[in-house]
């Protein structure tokens, strides 16, 4: 399908200067600094060597992290791994758009890579303001100049409007990286293209974001089924009139989710035949993991779906045509509390049908447990993706969108 945006292939790259943004946030040891986790560069790299290939000087604008953080570091371990993975050179500057940037960027030869520093260290990164303002910014009207091309790849960060993902649209050609490219063909391809039935596995403890899912996709009618798992099954079981004890009750409270029990009693009034909620879940009791019926959950910390419940949602998944999924079913870093992740993403990757599942925690745990072959597509931003499942618009496509139209208009 056509996205009407510019990719790569619309702009001659040769002895030209590229400016992309990437979104190379890593786990980072707090203590040594070490990165932990160069999966995020692996995926950019596929973009950054054609690049590189084609004979563009490529300057890399990033973040690490966010201010007040403890992984909130400068990028300068990242430029060497980043050099390991591309076998080629990745120069660190350590300076945003200040003369030492853009002085560099100025004598910067044809397949040149350059990273600038964490662009969060920037105050004005961080602001949360609309799309057009992001165009004044200082980042932008120092760099803008210095450049001849916008390339956006950071589809993780898509659903924040920030200068760096937004600003150079405005002044400059744009267009979206291959990591950008694939994500959204392959997300709006499926999301337009639902074959059913459609099952939606939401889970993990951003509650707020998959129930925002959840009442898009049951009155766009594209779901057939909700299986709720993680604390948005608590949510969902509470309710639903379940006595799910202090315990879970405080951390609903807690992470600010107590408006959202109201607004699921009323998705269960609504679409009681397409929400399915746990029928039995795995309580925490000295370390150990006792499955237990809704119907008897003691004052102790929920940490999973129970066995049973497990059963009830493989059968669904497995009949599914169309699955997505995010957030894990439980506490899976521990492994007596795994069985719920581990069981539901073996179903997806044994089911026929087509599979998405979110960045994010879910994510890594379908790494970390071997499914990625065997599932369809796993996202690179669970943020972004289920703002998107969620009929969100995300400003950085938004602002890629209007670039390709300024262009249009320009050429008539």
Do not use: W
């Amino acid at each position: 399908m056509s996205l009407k945006l510019n990719t790569l292939d619309d702009f001659q790259l040769n002895n030209k200067t590229v400016l992309i943004r990437v979104d190379i946030n890593s786990p980072v040891d707090p203590h040594s600094g070490i990165i932990l986790d160069d999966t995020r560069m692996k995926l950019h790299a596929e973009t950054i060597q054609e690049l590189s290939n084609k004979g563009a000087k490529t300057v890399i604008l990033a973040h690490q992290s966010r201010p007040g953080k403890k992984d909130f570091t400068t990028l300068e371990k990242h430029a060497h791994v980043m050099s390991k993975i591309l076998n080629h050179s990745v120069i660190y500057v350590e300076d945003i758009f200040g003369c030492a940037a853009r002085e560099t960027i100025g004598h910067m030869k044809k397949g040149d890579i350059l990273l600038l520093e964490n662009v969060r260290f920037y105050s004005e990164e961080v602001l949360k303001r609309e799309i057009s303002p992001q165009s004044a910014t200082h980042l932008v009207n120092k760099l803008a100049p210095v450049v001849d091309y916008f390339v956006n790849d950071a589809f993780a960060a898509a659903h924040r409007s920030q200068p760096s993902l937004i600003g150079f649209t405005f002044k400059l050609p744009s267009a979206a990286g291959r990591i950008m490219e694939k994500e959204l063909k392959i997300l709006t391809g499926a999301m337009d293209n639902v074959k059913k039935p459609c099952t939606y596995v939401l889970g993990g403890v951003k509650a707020d974001d998959s129930i925002h899912v959840m009442q898009n996709v049951l009155e766009n009618g594209s779901a057939d089924y909700i299986l709720t798992t993680g604390l948005v099954a608590n949510i969902f079981l509470q309710a639903a009139g379940i006595e799910i004890g202090t315990t879970n009750q405080k951390f609903i409270e807690n992470k600010g989710y107590n408006e959202y029990v109201d607004v699921a009693g009323d998705i269960i009034t609504k679409f009681k035949d397409k929400i399915l909620i746990p029928v039995d879940v795995a309580i925490c009791e000295d370390n150990k993991r006792i499955d237990i019926s809704v119907e008897k959950i003691p004052d102790a910390p929920i940490y999973d779906i129970g066995i049973e419940s497990i059963k009830l949602y493989a059968q669904i998944i497995r009949k599914s045509s169309t699955i997505f999924a995010n957030g894990p079913a439980g506490v899976f870093e521990n492994p007596e509390f795994s069985i719920g992740t581990a069981d539901i993403l073996n179903s997806i990757a044994s089911s026929s049908g087509f599979s998405i599942i979110g960045g994010g925690h879910l994510a890594a745990a379908a790494i970390q447990m071997g499914f990625e072959e065997e599932i369809n597509h796993i996202s690179s931003g669970g943020g972004a993706c289920i703002n998107l499942l969620a009929g969100e618009k995300l400003p950085a496509v938004e602002a890629l969108k209007n670039a390709y139209f300024k262009k249009l208009n320009d050429n008539l």
